[in-house]
């Protein structure tokens, strides 16, 4: 759960992807863009709301069978003229042409024709149009019927107008020829008026092939139900292929252009379609994004984010249909989809830095969470609990065994604290201690916690140690003085200590660091190795190097506890190149058993751009002991924080010599993609955190893909580490990561084990 701290800068967040996909919707609409995007909308529109035509616009079609029956052209007038007394007989309410009259007919056909208009005044309309005077020249000539014919026909437009890219989706309501403004041939025949070189778009969702249609030789010749025609307006023109005349529609494909004329009339004769402003479907789109983008569940947001769009379309057709109004879709749409892609995008972040704040073992709020929480909240005294124990009991049941008792304790803290409690370290929880009297609240502690915790069925004593920290300085500081103060405890047998300046407690850290260059001298210093397998071969291809200190009288001492010791004191250095000078050796020896392996080593924050320890490492290389390229240097993010350009130089440095150079915990920095684009990598290794329970999250299985394709895409090795289950295995092969470590794999070994297990696996 967020704390009220970080849920206003989500909300922040969600306000400004709101807006900035308001704004993305807007350029949309302002550009031409938004244009080809509804172009591309036009043909599902139709498809959504397919309908049959009004049935008054009847088509005669000039079709194949006429073509063979009157076996010539131009055809003769005369056809027209006895089609249309056929028609008029019928009692057909008009006779509309979509045929050229511009020119003389052949033999006295003109003539019939202008006879059989005489005999039907008022009822027929014949074409007019404009065509360029010849291709490239943008100068047009206007063409109308004979003057013979005019005396009692009315005249119509037939000119329509394609858009860029060929295809017809508007219709004009009238167009000037002659100097004169015509009706258009569907205004004329729908009896709707408007301003000539104006458009209305045509309603893509009428199904032409459901057009009421005859065929002309068969009107011509009276073979028709007058039922058919009467009280209807004719439509006559050309269907057949080879006389030409077709256009592209966005929906039914190329169609005759009588059919496309027809469309027009059925489009004006249920009223007059209008093209209007995304305004209102970008209002519309604004309510859907809006909650979308602010509504807190997921789940709700998914499902807003995938109705969002369809809510959109459904009633931008239903407007269309129902109002007759063509509304932009592609602004609205753009702020939809926006908004639900800055949702996902906002939601991805967000889990990310939940995971990153909780310990992926126990579920807790982890060390990160910890300073981010309480950083800028009013100081207050701050409880840190070791558990002495759990160790003891991981070897004897396991880890689960470790993770309960982890839990059990931080309930019994929560419980008497009433405070969130946070894992802070391998075997450490934390708690505010707010009151002032911390000795009553220690009493109530030393109560709850020193119960026995029923652990796999066992009653066990966890032996915690409580440290307890003054309540001034950061959060940090507190969290250090607490963590001290218990470590101080479990040292001195006692249940807690407050914080304070110990003499005794800094006399043992000195002594334990003075102990630390002999330890160096004497052997304690052991490096372990945990194999890297590679995928692609099934070879184990590489190792980590991990220190151990194997203590004469304290046993084996976790490098948690020293290696932090040994940065404060200053003695990270000698540790590190006692490392690395052992893993040379042992790759030397490696190589000439003929295992070709090569080995990582950590580089300490604090020693990247260190002159003295970057010499000692290249009097190291230089000694021609293996080659520089079985080395690997991996360093975290924070490595290269304090003086990056020193660092990124150094680290440039140590690549020229072959050293390959890992980013380790990919994945729990803040910048880590800027540092993929400064800093030499050779390699990423994908932090644990991420690759752990990959095969179950999906958002971790997303997150490691996307780093292996990324990191591959520029050239990268990716390491996945904390292998531990077969599926998690089985993911990374089939994610196509390169290197994989865990303990499936092997858990770290000393050399002569890790030998070994070569040999095992050569011999296989």
């Known amino acids: 759960m967020l704390s009220p701290r970080l849920r206003a800068p989500l909300r922040h967040r969600r306000a400004l992807a709101l807006a900035a996909a308001l704004t993305l919707a807007l350029l949309t609409a302002l550009s031409g863009l938004g244009a080809r995007v509804d172009r591309l909308l036009d043909p599902p529109r139709a498809a959504a709301w397919v309908r049959a035509p009004s049935g008054q616009v009847v088509v005669v079609e000039m079709d194949a069978a006429s073509v063979a029956a009157i076996r010539e052209w131009p055809w003769s007038r005369d056809h027209y003229a006895r089609a249309i007394d056929r028609l008029r007989a019928a009692g057909a309410a008009s006779i509309t042409f979509d045929v050229d009259f511009s020119s003389a007919g052949p033999g006295a056909g003109d003539a019939a024709l202008a006879r059989a208009i005489a005999r039907a005044p008022g009822l027929v309309a014949l074409p007019t149009f404009a065509q360029r005077a010849r291709s490239g020249d943008r100068r047009t000539i206007d063409s109308l019927p004979l003057p013979a014919l005019r005396a009692g026909a009315a005249l119509a437009s037939v000119s329509m107008q394609p858009d860029a890219d060929g295809i017809v989706r508007r219709a004009p309501f009238g167009t000037v020829t002659a100097e004169m403004p015509r009706p258009s041939l569907s205004a004329l025949i729908a009896h709707r008026s408007g301003t000539a070189d104006t458009f209305f778009p045509i309603d893509g969702g009428i199904d032409p092939a459901r057009l009421p249609r005859l065929s002309f030789v068969a009107v011509r010749d009276g073979r028709f139900d007058p039922a058919a025609v009467r009280g209807r307006d004719v439509l006559i023109g050309a269907t057949a292929i080879e006389m030409g005349d077709r256009y592209a529609t966005p929906h039914w494909g190329v169609i005759p252009g009588v059919m496309v004329q027809a469309l027009a009339a059925e489009s004006l004769l249920a009223g007059v379609p209008g093209e209007r402003s995304s305004v209102l479907p970008l209002l519309v789109a604004l309510l859907l994004a809006a909650p979308l983008l602010l509504v807190r569940r997921g789940a709700v947001a998914a499902g807003m984010a995938l109705a969002a769009p369809v809510i959109l379309f459904a009633l931008a057709v239903w407007a269309q249909v129902a109002w007759r109004a063509v509304f932009p879709l592609a602004p609205a749409l753009v702020l939809v989809v926006a908004a639900g892609l800055a949702r996902i995008a906002l939601d991805l972040a ?293 003086d990056p350009e020193r660092a990124a130089a150094q680290l440039r440095h140590f690549r020229a010599k072959g050293v390959a150079i890992s980013m380790d915990d990919y994945g729990t920095g803040q910048s880590t993609l800027t540092y993929i684009r400064e800093l030499p990598l050779s390699e990423l290794k994908i932090d644990r955190s991420f690759v752990q329970h990959a095969h179950l999250n999906p958002a971790d299985a997303l997150m490691v893909r996307s780093t292996i394709d990324l990191a591959q895409g520029l050239g990268l090795k990716v390491v996945a580490e904390g292998i531990e289950e077969p599926g998690c295995l089985a993911l990374l092969r089939d994610a196509g990561c390169d290197l994989v470590q865990g303990y499936l794999i092997g858990r770290p070994m000393v050399a002569d084990a890790f030998v070994a297990t070569l040999e095992q696996r050569a011999a296989a």
């Open 350 to 642: 967000g889990r990310f830095d939940r995971q990153r704040r909780v310990d992926e073992d126990t579920g807790l709020p982890n060390r990160r969470a910890l300073l981010l929480h309480r950083d800028a909240a009013a100081p207050v005294p701050l409880l840190v609990a070791s558990l002495g124990n759990a160790d003891t009991l991981v070897t004897l049941l396991g880890e689960r065994a470790g993770h309960d008792l982890l839990l059990r304790v931080a309930d019994r803290l929560r419980a008497t604290v009433g405070a969130t409690v946070y894992r802070v370290g391998e075997r450490l929880l934390a708690v505010d201690a707010p009151g002032d009297d911390i000795e009553a609240l220690v009493a109530a502690l030393r109560a709850t916690l020193n119960e026995p915790v029923e652990i796999l069925g066992r009653r066990t004593d966890a032996a915690v140690h409580l440290g307890v920290s003054a309540g001034e300085g950061t959060i940090h500081d507190r969290l250090v003085s607490a963590t001290r103060a218990a470590e101080e405890a479990a040292a001195a047998g006692a249940f807690w200590r407050h914080a304070h300046v110990d003499a005794e407690a800094l006399e043992r850290r000195l002594v334990l660091m003075g102990e630390l260059d002999q330890a160096i001298a004497d052997g304690e210093i052991e490096v372990h190795y945990q194999p890297k397998l590679a995928l692609a071969t099934d070879r184990v291809a590489s190792a980590e190097a991990l220190v151990r200190w194997r203590h004469p009288t304290r046993g084996m001492i976790r490098p948690d506890l020293f290696i932090p010791l040994a940065e404060q004191a200053d003695r990270i250095g000698a540790l590190t190149l006692h490392v690395l000078a052992r893993a040379v050796a042992d790759l030397a020896d490696w190589r000439a058993r003929g295992h070709d392996v090569s080995v990582a080593i950590n580089l300490s924050a604090m020693l990247i751009a260190e002159p003295a320890f970057s010499a000692a490492v290249d009097t190291l290389l230089d000694s021609g002991a293996v080659p520089p390229d079985r080395l690997i240097f991996e360093v975290t993010e924070s490595a290269t924080l304090a």
